[in-house]
């Protein structure tokens, strides 16, 4: 009995397997279609595979049907029954209708509505002689953004410094033609503030006798001033260029100004907000939350009504804004307290060991945040950063709320004009803006999508 | 052999010095009067039961955690509430965890030459040399350019002590640094802490590693109820306890 058993426990294998290809039906697309296609619905040994088969049939002929049915409609709306050409509306309109379609025939999408004033879908009314302005901006941009875009190009801290530092100016001289009405004043009252700040410098230096502050301080306070004066300057600066006055800006423009803008200013304010959310001082911790916890709680059209209000309240008398300017601090604000909210979620996931292991090794407070926690928390919530992103560039278009003419402003006021009246135009401008929208949200998320891959280091364990 | 011992020679000088030292969590009084001074090039095991504030004490030393009377004194720097001086002290003091802490968005070579770098200023090649020469010595020169979450639990052990041995600190403090490993993994990380002990660094180590205790400490520190309760050479504290207390906990974990 006993050796029996021993005789069964005894294995010892005598030959290694060496590694071999997988057999043929598990690679390739046939596997891929058998798995991936067929074979939920091919199982029927027992009864109830063979039910969940028939029904899996059933759903994929459904979904098969209505795949096909969505593909058709659209493509006889926007290119079988489409109408290509066309000077005026009645090319898009049936006969009965003063038009030039024959009745009976179906009426797709009207395309010359959109192709006749491209220009002001893309620029709004920005005069068409000053338009190479615009162009040559998107052509700044793009040499600037998509260099900064991918992951290996060269001299990433100068472009950086170009686009976040130098372009905006650019861009806003190039835009509105700069020669902007900036005061002696300005320049003093600039100059009385950093006066100020190094006098308290001073001071400071002398209180708490920190070996080089006062240097390292007024070295900084130098830097902010040139860059301050030289953007007064610039600003100021008569180039030559026509005044190009903002409630003229409009269509993709507009909406791309508002959405960059947003963009670039609440993500690093976002960030701040979080960290200050989470700070140790109970007054900063306040100021924070009362600050998310008000933009949330409010709807972005009510702040946008309200800032034309609000805004003049917390400036000088005489300071005027112009709508432009108050959407973009409006929506920047707006999209700073989603920002920071998500921002503060990836901090939240940081274990206490990593700042545990930042903090036995000496690091600072700021050095455990820039080098460790924070890149850590903003990889972790991309996808929760590029979906505020998104939302926020899809919610500029309520800005035409108060009376800018954005990408879906323009298109309402293009829908007035008399002379292009046709049954199709709207559904041909929505069908547009959505496809545009789309393209630049899809393009953000899968550039986001190829970040997370990217940064992806190993498995957590 | 010779020449590991007078390499494990202890000096007279003091690396850390605790007097009356207490801590409250709340209402919890986690550590009651601990008094212990190390000397420099000391070997000390801490062991105790789970909750006896093990952790708690070694965490103190480095201000992990903020003591609330009493004095504690490293390398001539008293602990207060004084920034700059945690700063200090944390330069000359490394720390080991359980769970390793590594920072896993960087590779090992980087997780090595940040905090020197950053924190003390090394240029990057210096800091990079010093790092493959530690590397070598926890023997995982191969790893360098790979991610914390690529390696093994010992090696991901020790990749940390390396990089706190990166900072050269004269003092090093584990807690628990083998408890989350498989058996073979203790083996190797063991392994790099003896030849630590023999190289003459200050340690203190938490740990229920016996054989260890045995090989390089001087002193075995048992606390319980988050007091010193009994402290002696490891062959006298294993081999001939005085506390009851101590008794049923080697009772317990020796089977
Ligand atoms: N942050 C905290 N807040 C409140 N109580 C705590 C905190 N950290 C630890 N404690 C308590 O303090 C006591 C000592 O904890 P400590 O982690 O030092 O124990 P330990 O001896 O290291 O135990 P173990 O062997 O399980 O690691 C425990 O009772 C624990 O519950
Ligand atoms: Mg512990």
Same mark, same amino acid.
């Given at each position: 009995m006993a050796n029996a058993s021993k005789k069964e426990l005894l294995y010892v294998r005598t030959e290694m397997v060496p590694q071999q290809p997988p057999p043929a039906g598990e690679v390739g697309i046939r596997k891929w279609i058998w798995e991936n296609l067929l074979s939920s619905m $091919?199982? %029927? $040994?027992?009864v109830g595979e063979t039910i969940s088969s028939i029904l899996m049939m059933f759903l994929t002929l459904f979904v098969i049907w209505a795949i096909y049915m969505v593909v058709s409609i659209l493509y006889h709306f926007a290119l079988g029954d489409a109408i290509f050409t066309g000077t005026d509306g009645s090319f898009c309109r049936p006969v009965d209708n003063q038009g030039k379609i024959p009745l009976g025939q179906n009426i797709g999408a009207c395309w010359p509505f959109i192709t006749h004033r491209i220009g002001q879908f893309m620029n #709004? %009314?920005?005069p068409e002689a000053e338009r190479w302005r615009v162009y040559l901006t998107y052509i700044l941009a793009a040499a600037l953004i998509i260099p900064a875009a991918m992951p290996d190009a060269p001299g990433k801290t100068i472009n950086s410094i170009l686009l976040f530092g130098v372009f905006p100016f650019v861009a806003t001289v190039l835009l509105s033609g #700069?020669?902007?009405?900036? $005061?002696?004043s300005s320049y003093t009252f600039w100059a009385v503030v950093f006066g100020v700040l190094l006098a308290v410098l001073a001071v400071f230096q002398i209180v708490t006798k920190i070996e080089g502050l006062f240097m390292k301080g007024a070295k900084i306070l130098a830097i902010a001033a040139i860059a301050i004066f030289a953007i007064l300057f610039v600003l100021g600066f008569d180039f030559g260029l026509a005044y190009i006055e903002t409630s003229k800006w409009g269509g993709l423009m507009l909406t791309l100004v508002i959405g960059l803008v947003g963009i670039v200013v609440s993500l690093p304010l976002g960030i701040i907000l979080a960290l200050a959310r989470r700070s140790h001082m109970p007054a900063v911790r306040l100021v924070a939350t009362i600050f998310i916890e008000v933009f949330r709680g409010v709807p972005l059209i009510t702040v946008l009504f309200m800032s034309s209000v609000m805004l003049p309240l917390f400036f000088p008398e005489g300071v005027s804004f112009d709508k432009l300017i108050r959407a973009l601090i409006v929506v920047a604000l707006f999209s700073s307290a989603y920002m920071a909210e998500v921002v503060r979620g990836g901090l939240q996931a940081i274990p206490k060991g990593q700042y545990e292991g930042a903090q036995a090794l000496g690091l600072s407070f700021w050095q455990t945040n820039n080098l460790i926690t924070m890149p850590q928390a903003l990889k972790m919530v991309i996808p929760g950063i590029v979906n505020t992103f998104i939302g926020l560039f899809k919610d500029t278009s309520l800005v035409s709320i108060i009376g800018l003419f954005d990408f879906l402003g323009i298109l309402d006021s293009a829908l007035q004009d008399t002379k292009w009246l046709a049954p199709t135009n709207q559904m041909t401008g929505y069908l547009f803006l959505a496809i545009v929208y789309w393209i630049f949200t899809f393009s953000m998320s899968r550039y986001s999508m190829y970040t997370e891959n990217r940064l992806h280091t190993g498995h957590k364990r | 052999m010779a020449d590991a011992a007078k390499k494990m020679e202890i000096s007279d000088e003091i690396a850390i010095e605790i007097s009356g030292m207490n801590k409250w969590y709340g209402d919890f009084h986690v550590l009651r009067d601990i008094n212990l001074t190390v000397q420099r090039g000391e070997r000390i095991v801490i062991c105790g039961p789970s909750g006896s504030g093990k952790s708690t004490l070694i965490r103190c030393i480095n201000r992990l955690e903020e003591h609330q009377k009493g004095k504690i004194v490293v390398d001539g720097i008293e602990l207060t509430n004084d920034l700059k001086k945690i700063d200090e002290i944390r330069r000359e003091v490394g720390m080991c965890f359980q769970h390793f802490n590594l920072f896993p968005h960087l590779t090992v070579l980087e997780n090595c030459t940040l905090a020197p770098i950053w924190v003390r200023k090394t240029p990057k090649a210096d800091a990079e040399a010093v790092a493959m020469k530690y590397l070598e010595r926890v023997k995982i020169p191969e790893q360098a350019d790979k991610y914390p979450g690529q390696l093994s639990g010992g090696q991901q052990q020790r990749v940390a002590i390396a990089r706190s041995l990166c900072m050269e600190p004269k003092i090093m403090l584990f807690d628990e640094p083998t408890s989350a490993l498989d058996p073979e993994m203790i083996k190797e990380v063991l392994e790099v802490m003896v030849d630590l002990a023999e190289s003459g660094m200050t340690m203190l180590c938490v740990t229920h590693e016996m054989g260890f205790a045995r090989k390089v400490a001087n002193r075995v520190i048992f606390m319980d109820e988050g007091q010193i309760i009994e402290q002696n050479s490891p062959d006298q504290f294993f081999d001939n306890p005085k506390s009851d207390r101590t008794k049923l906990f080697l009772s317990q974990i020796i089977h």
């Amino acid at each position: 009995m006993a050796n029996a058993s021993k005789k069964e426990l005894l294995y010892v294998r005598t030959e290694m397997v060496p590694q071999q290809p997988p057999p043929a039906g598990e690679v390739g697309i046939r596997k891929w279609i058998w798995e991936n296609l067929l074979s939920s619905m $091919s199982k %029927f $040994s027992t009864v109830g595979e063979t039910i969940s088969s028939i029904l899996m049939m059933f759903l994929t002929l459904f979904v098969i049907w209505a795949i096909y049915m969505v593909v058709s409609i659209l493509y006889h709306f926007a290119l079988g029954d489409a109408i290509f050409t066309g000077t005026d509306g009645s090319f898009c309109r049936p006969v009965d209708n003063q038009g030039k379609i024959p009745l009976g025939q179906n009426i797709g999408a009207c395309w010359p509505f959109i192709t006749h004033r491209i220009g002001q879908f893309m620029n #709004g %009314f920005y005069p068409e002689a000053e338009r190479w302005r615009v162009y040559l901006t998107y052509i700044l941009a793009a040499a600037l953004i998509i260099p900064a875009a991918m992951p290996d190009a060269p001299g990433k801290t100068i472009n950086s410094i170009l686009l976040f530092g130098v372009f905006p100016f650019v861009a806003t001289v190039l835009l509105s033609g #700069g020669h902007m009405d900036i $005061s002696a004043s300005s320049y003093t009252f600039w100059a009385v503030v950093f006066g100020v700040l190094l006098a308290v410098l001073a001071v400071f230096q002398i209180v708490t006798k920190i070996e080089g502050l006062f240097m390292k301080g007024a070295k900084i306070l130098a830097i902010a001033a040139i860059a301050i004066f030289a953007i007064l300057f610039v600003l100021g600066f008569d180039f030559g260029l026509a005044y190009i006055e903002t409630s003229k800006w409009g269509g993709l423009m507009l909406t791309l100004v508002i959405g960059l803008v947003g963009i670039v200013v609440s993500l690093p304010l976002g960030i701040i907000l979080a960290l200050a959310r989470r700070s140790h001082m109970p007054a900063v911790r306040l100021v924070a939350t009362i600050f998310i916890e008000v933009f949330r709680g409010v709807p972005l059209i009510t702040v946008l009504f309200m800032s034309s209000v609000m805004l003049p309240l917390f400036f000088p008398e005489g300071v005027s804004f112009d709508k432009l300017i108050r959407a973009l601090i409006v929506v920047a604000l707006f999209s700073s307290a989603y920002m920071a909210e998500v921002v503060r979620g990836g901090l939240q996931a940081i274990p206490k060991g990593q700042y545990e292991g930042a903090q036995a090794l000496g690091l600072s407070f700021w050095q455990t945040n820039n080098l460790i926690t924070m890149p850590q928390a903003l990889k972790m919530v991309i996808p929760g950063i590029v979906n505020t992103f998104i939302g926020l560039f899809k919610d500029t278009s309520l800005v035409s709320i108060i009376g800018l003419f954005d990408f879906l402003g323009i298109l309402d006021s293009a829908l007035q004009d008399t002379k292009w009246l046709a049954p199709t135009n709207q559904m041909t401008g929505y069908l547009f803006l959505a496809i545009v929208y789309w393209i630049f949200t899809f393009s953000m998320s899968r550039y986001s999508m190829y970040t997370e891959n990217r940064l992806h280091t190993g498995h957590k364990r | 052999m010779a020449d590991a011992a007078k390499k494990m020679e202890i000096s007279d000088e003091i690396a850390i010095e605790i007097s009356g030292m207490n801590k409250w969590y709340g209402d919890f009084h986690v550590l009651r009067d601990i008094n212990l001074t190390v000397q420099r090039g000391e070997r000390i095991v801490i062991c105790g039961p789970s909750g006896s504030g093990k952790s708690t004490l070694i965490r103190c030393i480095n201000r992990l955690e903020e003591h609330q009377k009493g004095k504690i004194v490293v390398d001539g720097i008293e602990l207060t509430n004084d920034l700059k001086k945690i700063d200090e002290i944390r330069r000359e003091v490394g720390m080991c965890f359980q769970h390793f802490n590594l920072f896993p968005h960087l590779t090992v070579l980087e997780n090595c030459t940040l905090a020197p770098i950053w924190v003390r200023k090394t240029p990057k090649a210096d800091a990079e040399a010093v790092a493959m020469k530690y590397l070598e010595r926890v023997k995982i020169p191969e790893q360098a350019d790979k991610y914390p979450g690529q390696l093994s639990g010992g090696q991901q052990q020790r990749v940390a002590i390396a990089r706190s041995l990166c900072m050269e600190p004269k003092i090093m403090l584990f807690d628990e640094p083998t408890s989350a490993l498989d058996p073979e993994m203790i083996k190797e990380v063991l392994e790099v802490m003896v030849d630590l002990a023999e190289s003459g660094m200050t340690m203190l180590c938490v740990t229920h590693e016996m054989g260890f205790a045995r090989k390089v400490a001087n002193r075995v520190i048992f606390m319980d109820e988050g007091q010193i309760i009994e402290q002696n050479s490891p062959d006298q504290f294993f081999d001939n306890p005085k506390s009851d207390r101590t008794k049923l906990f080697l009772s317990q974990i020796i089977h």
